[in-house]
């Protein structure tokens, strides 16, 4: 057997499962896109770009397809600046107690997404524990959550674990010798991070955060709970065009979209990373 | 005053000392080699003196300055990793253009400093390389006009040819030794290549244990070493152990003539094999031993002989240029012999 006909035989039984489970839903959700929708909210089989054009002259389809862009870039840039100095201190750090400060980072991965978002409720509520502060000291209270600050704040927390396994597994490139090196050379603690730290894990930077951003974007739980029903974004929309309106040509066409505009961001973004590699 | 001093340096890791009082002096211009087996502490004391290890006793002085709590960035020391540790995202310029950069050099400066620099180390054609586009000769060529390149008050280099091939290691070791020389660097140089510190040293500290056990030029620490440690490490050598009896050591059947022995007491003995020599009938030396060959390989300069005896298995070189060494198959009956001068011995511990 030749390598590359092993090569295809070890990969065999995901491409399997992905044909099953991921391009034939595909698939039919494709085709599904394509039919249209009557007056009367029925659906009528077809072959046409119908609910496409129906969407994309609705401003109101533009409007959460910006918000949930901004959203999700803006998730994934708290993400990843709170996640960076973690990754880096876990990456560096000695202590026999490595593994377990590696788990607690990414243990929220361990809770189901709706209980975070309870124990968030807890903590952001009108009630709830930063208001009571809030209240305690004097100061006005603030809303914190059903708003877009609150499913900020509950987005950036959820995607921030995979941003730290997503940045530790590209430091493997960081040489302590190389911080020691420049060290030698003069290079105090702030130009050491800005002239050799930061331009060498940058890699990882930018693909931290556009693991984060995938992740926001697509993300259902946290806005549709956090958001109080006062925010609309990509998957909210979605959601309730499949359950509520039962529109089910508009949910298909806007997840097909949805997905060609983030694989070409992802093609982007690859291609830049590749042009950009030392 | 010594322009290098370090004054009785100890470290330990978790409770084990690497380092347990290293006391060494490097006049200005020098190259000091630090020479011992892996583990014997003689990195870590070349961080320490970077700075990148702090000791837990003991001080470092540069030309009368105090730096042992200097931070590595305030100390202008020159460092040379074994992993060479060049910016991979720099080119060559780039990565000698650093250290001068943190200096604070003024731009038109800088740029005739990293041309000099790598016209000194002879790559002036790959200033624009990345690290991934030069051999391995060439990047160690870098990091050492990096480290050169900010003038430092001492250079420290750490096994910095140990990643190189034989021929090219030998090669780079000559045109270090002459770049050295030809900039003054105060350096000291850390190895586990024998070969290496004596060919370039003015100095040989052998290191052992964490401590230094003998401090000579490298003829010193060769021909004349104050430890069995130092003789074993040093160089190869034919061992025997004895007992002092009638002012001569009694191995098993033979009784070995040795310089200022002392009335009585158990010896290990060490004879190196180039000044052992294969005794023709007739001929007579202050010690001769009798054997049988066991195996000959010719390596060149000399023929490497190993021969059992009733004392031992032991080496012996036989210089190949008269030929006579083609005469001597394995099983031969041999007898050596070698001066008494030529005997060195330690007190058994």
């Avoid at chain 1, 100061?139 to 609150?150: D, E, K, R």
């Avoid at chain 2, 009798?290 to 298995?313: F, H, K, M, N, W």
Wanted: glycine letters at 8%; hydrophobic letters at 50%.
């Amino acid at each position: 057997m030749t390598r590359r006909q092993t090569g295809v035989l070890l990969c065999l039984p995901a491409l399997l499962l992905l044909a099953v489970a991921f391009v034939w839903p595909m698939a039919i959700l494709a085709r599904m896109s394509l039919n249209e929708t009557a007056d009367t909210g029925a659906l009528v089989p077809a072959l046409s770009l119908a609910t496409y054009t129906r969407l994309a002259s609705d401003s109101f389809t533009w409007q959460i397809a910006w918000d949930s862009l901004v959203l999700a870039a803006g998730s994934a840039t708290v993400a990843t600046l709170l996640a960076y100095p973690m990754a880096l201190f876990l990456f560096r750090t000695k202590s026999r107690y490595r593994n377990l400060l590696a788990i607690v980072a990414i243990a929220p991965l361990l809770v189901s997404g709706t209980a975070r978002v309870i124990g968030w409720m807890a903590i952001l509520g009108d009630g709830g524990m930063i208001n009571a502060g809030l209240r305690l000291l004097g100061i006005p209270t603030q809303h914190l959550i059903n708003n877009w600050t609150g499913v900020r704040i509950g987005l950036a927390e959820s995607v921030m674990p995979y941003t730290v396994l997503a940045l530790l597994a590209g430091f493997g490139r960081l040489d302590h010798a190389l911080e020691e090196a420049a060290a030698t050379l003069g290079a105090g603690p702030f130009f050491r991070f800005w002239r050799v730290t930061l331009p060498l894990t940058l890699p990882s930077v930018t693909a931290g955060w556009m693991l984060g951003f995938v992740l926001a974007i697509s993300a259902f739980i946290t806005p549709h709970l956090m958001g109080g029903g006062r925010v609309f974004v990509l998957a909210t929309e979605i959601f309730d065009a499949a359950t509520q309106t039962l529109d089910w040509p508009a949910a298909a066409a806007l997840s097909v979209a949805a997905l060609a505009g983030l694989s070409a961001l992802m093609l982007l973004q690859s291609l830049v990373a590749r042009r950009g590699s030392v | 005053m010594a322009y290098l001093e370090l004054r009785n340096l100890a470290r330990s890791y978790a409770g084990r000392p690497a380092v347990r009082d290293v006391s060494l002096n490097v006049e200005r211009g020098t190259l000091v080699a630090l020479l011992g087996a892996s583990g014997c502490g003689k990195t870590t004391t070349l961080r320490m003196v970077a700075g990148l290890e702090a000791p837990d006793a003991g001080r470092i002085v540069v030309d009368g300055r105090d730096v042992t709590s200097l931070a590595p960035h305030r100390r202008r020391m020159g460092v040379v990793f074994q992993s060479y540790a060049l910016f991979p995202h720099m080119d060559a310029a780039g990565n000698v253009a650093f250290g001068i950069q943190m200096h604070g050099a003024p731009r038109a400066a800088r740029a005739t400093r990293v041309a000099e620099m790598l016209a000194l180390v002879g790559l002036s054609e790959h200033a624009g390389k990345k690290p991934r586009q030069m051999s391995g000769g060439q990047q160690q060529r870098v990091a050492l006009a990096r480290a050169l390149a900010i003038e430092p008050d001492v250079l420290l280099l750490d096994e910095p040819l140990s990643a190189l091939d034989a021929k090219l290691r030998e090669d780079l070791r000559v045109e270090m030794r002459a770049i050295q020389r030809s900039t003054g660097a105060t350096t000291l140089f850390v190895t586990h290549d024998q070969a290496e510190a004596l060919a370039m040293a003015d100095l040989v500290a052998v290191m052992d244990a964490g401590r230094i056990a003998q401090l000579g030029t490298p003829e010193a620490v060769f021909e004349r070493p104050e430890t069995a440690y130092v003789a074993a490490f040093v160089g190869r050598s034919a061992r025997f152990s004895g007992v002092i009896r009638e002012s001569r050591i009694d191995v098993a059947d033979i009784s070995i003539a040795a310089p200022g022995l002392p009335a009585s007491g158990r010896v290990d003995v060490f004879v190196r094999p180039h000044r052992i020599s294969v005794l023709r009938a007739g001929d007579v030396a202050d010690n001769t031993i009798e054997g049988t060959l066991d195996a000959i390989d010719y390596t060149g300069e000399v023929a490497q002989l190993l021969v059992q005896s009733p004392c031992g298995r032991f080496p012996v070189d036989l210089a190949t240029a008269d030929g006579t060494w083609r005469d001597l198959r394995p099983g031969d009956k041999l007898r050596l012999g070698w001066h008494a001068a030529d005997t060195l011995w330690f007190e058994a511990p």
